[in-house]
């Protein structure tokens, strides 16, 4: 039996179809009350709207009923990658979101600087929270060690937060974190899962012997502990699976990340989505397939803060009409996740979802909101299965069997 | 963890119930403009209605969300068989498209006629198109080829295409096209991709041989080349799996064919509906199962004809009422894919369903039509659970698990 990915290469075929894929973050919320509305239903979104009158609407469930996603696998389904089959390690997260440009080579590391008392035992796992700039210096420090046979990479990301990563042939990424999650006991020696990873656990090891050496005098950051170890997961680009010259128009390095991750061209998103926007028309021409990220429904929504979150999605209902121009042929608006301001997180809540298409079923639907969401056309349905819809009402997808 | 068809096993149960599976083909369809009506909304259907007030609606996904099927993968789903496990090869299809009664150990194979030149490259990979009587003859001729141990059958389809079916044992299915899929070429060799298919690529080749000898002066259809090589796939049928005697009462030989293939007795249906349903009165003591296919829901809609579609929806629900008055347990109307006028094509919109039965969760709908299956009891599901649906509306489920 193929299986999704195989089914889709069998599929394919080209066009010169335009898919536009616009995320706002946690887009997903809850109402306040019983009887209440939702952030998204609340705001006042007469461009969204008008745009639901003729698309299909429906609610997607990130990963499984009840599961809430991070970034990485709420991108990752929505791209139309199991989120269950390609785990993005943290460490391969914490270097994406520092625009750190990781190869197939690659073992990414989370590190955190830490304090250890002159038994070696650690007295504080975040160093006393150090100031960014003191982390970015003895970041350079730790950057001149040297391994042999593979190129190490020390960089920071803020406060005691810190990204290493190892750069060499058959290296494997299963070790085991050395933070003991706890304070009076030493930090732990990184050990190997599988044999694969023997070798960069001894190059780890090596690592942190120059490191404790190197950092010495730099108390309260006098040490570091290793988390996450990872190498990013084997995944098809989005070339290769679809057939789709793809573009990524995001701001935060995250999402360029992830978007890096699966093949698609980094674009210079500038600082804000009328920026994004103006990239979008600008580069249209190049690409079949277009990734907006807005980021400020989910940041509003962690903040709890529901007027501004409505604002924020506003914010994005007003640069719809400078997309619909453009004309895309498919045009999915939609979440990575909920971010509802009530629980001031990320949920397992399913997330509305707008496709806009000549070929779609209208559904009836007269707004863009959960409500209306999940009585729409395309039900509710895992978001691995996203881009199948995208290819479809596309026209990218041929006929399975005769 | 037991597979859909071990779970079903294990649980069936045998009773009197009569379980009716009207398949209206490509019954679903789209509105042409946002906020219109679809052909089966459009329609003027009394007694669908009437029924759908007795009856839990929902929309049907052929094979996954986005993916369109053709009408083998379309009918394999309906009847229970997930289309991604089951796959109908092209040859199959074909065979089972003109009647054709393929054993297990048959090998079926597509033909097209083709014109070589005289260095033996192909001039037209359609010979002319020549008319059918022509075809037919020239079939006559290759019908008398004979290969050591293994039977040959030739026989025509319609214009250029026929069918060429080797029987015998242990004869693998696994074989390359010999159809170049260009002009200026000469036609490949049969090709075998497993061990298994070697002997059935050897004797193909000399299949090939003498056919070229036989068809000298018949240009411009002096050769032909083979496609979608295949054996009808290894499957349970009704009675093995569901423990259900059914009948086919289906007047194209296709829908006939793929019947057969799950083991249904293929009945003489007439020419019409009325004359299957005739036919359905006639054997309702014998069977417990009965599939009746009504074509032209498909038809019309491949021709982008809106008008005609809504009237062969109409010509279907003023038969309903002699199907209501056998008094099946469990009667579903539905289709096998959507074939909306609009794109005049399959397509993978969901399908609408209606099951009535007095077991079944009344979901209040009023009328037979996307727009009320969308909002119905059965939400919205894989087409390959739809057998379960019924065997369990019609009693015939046991309790998994005490």
Redesign the interface.
């Given at each position: 039996?193929?299986d999704?990915h195989e089914?889709i290469r069998q599929?394919r075929k080209d066009n010169d179809s335009k898919i536009v894929l616009l995320v706002s973050d946690g887009l997903g919320g809850l109402p306040l009350e019983p009887g209440g509305k939702t952030e998204l239903e609340t705001a006042n979104t007469p461009n969204l709207d008008a745009l639901a009158?003729?698309s299909v609407l429906g609610m997607s469930i990130p990963v499984l009923p009840g599961i809430t996603p991070g970034s990485g696998p709420g991108h990752l389904g929505l791209f139309g990658y199991d989120p269950l089959e390609f785990y993005i390690g943290r460490g391969v997260l914490e270097a994406l979101g520092i625009d750190f440009e990781l190869g197939p080579n690659d073992v990414a590391i989370r590190g955190n600087f830490c304090t250890l008392d002159d038994k070696g035992q650690i007295t504080d796992r975040r160093a006393g929270r150090i100031a960014s700039e003191i982390g970015a210096r003895l970041c350079e420090k730790l950057d001149q060690i040297e391994l042999s046979g593979v190129e190490v990479f020390v960089r920071p990301v803020k406060e005691y937060r810190l990204v290493v990563v190892l750069r060499g042939e058959g290296l494997g990424g299963e070790v085991n974190d050395t933070d003991p999650q706890a304070t009076g006991v030493p930090p732990l020696d990184p050990i190997a899962r599988d044999e694969a990873s023997q070798r960069t656990a001894e190059l780890l090891k090596e690592f942190l012997r120059q490191a404790r050496e190197i950092l010495r005098e730099d108390a309260p950051a006098n040490f570091l502990t290793l988390r996450g170890i990872a190498k990013r997961p084997a995944i098809p680009t989005y070339e290769e699976l679809y057939g789709l010259k793809a573009a990524a128009i995001a701001v935060y390095p995250m999402y360029r990340g992830l978007a890096r991750l699966v093949g698609m061209d980094v674009l210079d998103a500038g600082t804000n989505l009328s920026e994004q926007i103006d990239r979008l028309g600008a580069v249209w021409s190049e690409y079949d397939f277009f990734f907006v990220h807005f980021k400020y429904t989910d940041s509003t929504g962690e903040d709890g803060d529901f007027a501004k979150k409505v604002q924020k999605i506003e914010e994005l209902d007003a640069a719809i009409p400078r997309i619909t121009a453009l004309k895309p042929d498919v045009l999915i608006v939609t979440g990575d996740h909920s971010t509802p301001c009530k629980l001031r997180s990320h949920s397992w809540h399913p997330v509305p979802v707008l496709l806009a298409a000549d070929?779609c079923?209208?559904?009836?639907s007269e707004a863009f909101g959960e409500a209306q969401c999940r009585?729409?056309?395309?039900?509710?349905?895992e978001a691995k299965?996203l881009m199948?819809?995208?290819?479809?009402?596309a026209g990218r997808?041929?006929?399975?069997?005769?």
């Open positions: 039996m193929p999704l089914l599929l009158q003729r070929t079923r209208f559904d009836g009585c729409g056309g395309l039900g509710q349905f299965y199948l819809y995208a290819l479809a009402h997808l041929e006929k399975y069997g005769a």
